[in-house]
């Protein structure tokens, strides 16, 4: 009888794809790398990212040949305040990449933090998994703590908690209680599951109360603890293993 299933070597996925599970760069800037001439396939620069490859395939990043997919790890970093989490900026501000330590492999950012937010930022060397924990599908809440301008009542954060219509799209739930009011400032410990851009400072401008200050402090099950400003630590592999699931490659 014939066998139908593909060997492993013959089995094939999506340039993009192959190129994020190698750690080299996201499924995004795949397409944008492709549509720079930056990628060979077989020695023939590739001019399309709807493109399967299989373990066959002889794969060029800038003549480099593509590297094996390591083993996944993902780090915390506290990401200050002042840098973006971007691998260049045109305006040359800083970004974190021109930060991290030297001694890190590639790494992806798993979503992003605004330039002047600060606190928990999750990095991995997989771009499968980068995608994956971005997903709102995760269901991981993510918590912050914010400082904002104003007496801040009570009542409105309540008002928000089944979402708020902004401008073209409606928020998910939003959890939010009130830490501390000190004088025309206040803290507020915020938790949302999907964060689309700027949201926080775009829900708390509805409410009337500016942010002046906004701090990740958790993403799902990982917690900026005690890290530091600028500091990274690796987050132990039975953790991911117990977290994410990922037996097959850690």
């Not at 904002?148 to 009542?155: L, R, T």
């Amino acid at each position: 009888m014939k066998n139908n299933k593909l060997t492993k070597s013959n089995e094939t996925e999506r340039i993009a794809k192959k190129l994020s599970r190698a750690g080299v760069c996201s499924r995004r800037e795949a397409e944008r790398w492709i549509a720079d001439g930056r990628i060979k396939v077989n020695n023939v620069i590739l001019s399309t990212p709807a493109t399967n490859v299989s373990e066959k395939d002889k794969i060029l990043v800038d003549n480099i040949p593509l590297p094996k997919p390591s083993l996944t790890k993902i780090w915390r970093f506290h990401k200050p305040k002042g840098c973006l989490v971007t691998e260049n900026d045109p305006k040359g501000r800083k970004t974190i990449f021109q930060i991290l330590p030297k001694s890190l492999p590639r790494v992806i950012s798993v979503g992003r933090l605004d330039y002047d937010s600060e606190g928990l930022l999750l990095l991995t060397n997989d771009g499968a998994i980068s995608r994956k924990l971005e997903l709102p599908s995760t269901g991981w809440l993510r918590k912050y703590k914010v400082r904002v301008h104003g007496i801040v009542d009570k009542s409105a954060l309540l008002k928000i908690k089944d979402g708020i219509k902004l401008d073209n799209f409606k928020t998910g739930p939003i959890e939010a209680s009130l830490e501390i009011q000190k004088g025309t400032n206040a803290w507020i410990l915020i938790g949302i599951r999907e964060g689309k851009n700027r949201e926080i400072r775009r829900i708390m401008d509805h409410l009337g109360y500016p942010v002046n200050r906004l701090i990740r402090l958790s993403y799902g099950p990982f917690q900026l603890g005690n890290l530091k400003s600028g500091e990274v630590s690796e987050i132990n592999k039975n953790v991911i293993k117990n977290q994410l699931g990922l037996m097959h490659k850690i």
